[in-house]
C-alpha cells in the first residue's frame, strides 16, 4: 500500500509555511471558510448535553440517519428507510467501509483516471487492485462504458466514480448514469459514487445515480459527507447508503474499530440547513471566467490523464 498523495504535499507545504515560505497549498480539496457560526454553537450545546458523553450506536445516531436517509429519499426520489445509512468519519472512512463490504482480497475496483488519488488508496487500503478507466477532455472527462469495459478484468467488483468529480469536475447527467447503470448490470459490478461535491454543480442540477437509474438501487452505494458542502472536513463526519447487507458489513466494522459518536450529534440539525457556503464559490467562479479564466466553457476542468 503506498501513502496517500496527498498528505505527503500537505506536509510538505506546513513545513515550507513554517520555514517561513510563502506557500499556496493546492494538495487538499477544502473550503476556506470556517465552519459556519450555527454549527459551532451547536456543537458547543451537544457538548454540554450529558447524554453526549455516552457511547453511540454503531451505526451512527439514529436521528443523524434518518435526516440523511430523509436526504437521499429527496435527492434519488426512491424510499430509503433508516436502517440502509450508515454514519461514518467522512467520507474517505465511509469508501473504506463500502470497499470492505463487497470486494475481496486481490479483486478490483476501477477507479476514474484522472481522479481524486484518495479513491486509489481506499482501495488499496481494503487490499484490492486498483484499475484505470481513462477519460477524455474532448467528452468533458465524463467516463464511458467502453472505457469501463477497457479496464475491467474478471475480478472487478465494482466502479468509484465522484459526481462531480475531482479534479475535473465533471458532473454526470441522466444519459451517462444511464450508461453506466447498463454496464454495471451486465457485468455485475457494484457502483459505489462518491456524491461529497453534489453541492457544487452551477450550471444544471445535480443528478444523482439513482435518480436517473433507480434500478441499481441494490447494487449501488452512496458515499457522502458534511466535509465539503458545509466547510466541515476537520470534523470528521459523512456517511454511506446502500443495500442492508452492505451496512451490516459496515456496522460490524465499526463496532468493532471505531465507535463513534463525537460531532454526529450536531450534525442531526447542521442537515436540515441548506448550505450557504457554496454560495461565494459560484461567485469567484464567474468572476474567474470573466478575468479570462482557463477554465473549458462548458465549466469543466481540463487534466492531463497521464496522472492519475
Ligand atoms: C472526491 C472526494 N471524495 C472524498 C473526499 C474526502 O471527503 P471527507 O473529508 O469527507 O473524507 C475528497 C477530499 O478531497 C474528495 O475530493
Known sequence: MTHNPVFAIMDRAQALAASGADVISLAVGEPDAPTAEFVVAAAVRAARDPRNHHYGQAAGLRGLRETVAGRLARQTGLGWPADDV????????ALFLALHAVIGAGEAVIVTKPGWPGHRAAVEATNGQVRYAATDAADGHRVTASALDAARAPDVRAVIIANPGNPTGTAYGAGAWAE???????????????DVYSSFVYDKPYVPALRAAPQLQERCIIIDSVSKAYGMTGWRVGWLAGPASVVDAATKM????????????ITDSVMHHQSKLTRPFRARRIAHRHAGGKGRADGHVACDPRHP
Open 86 to 93: 450508515h454514519i461514518t468519519l467522512g467520507a474517505k472512512h
Open 180 to 194: 453506466i447503470a447498463a454496464w454495471a448490470a451486465r457485468r455485475d459490478v457494484w457502483l459505489i459514487t462518491d
Open 254 to 265: 465499526t463496532a468493532s474499530t471505531v465507535t463513534h459518536r463525537s460531532w454526529c450529534c
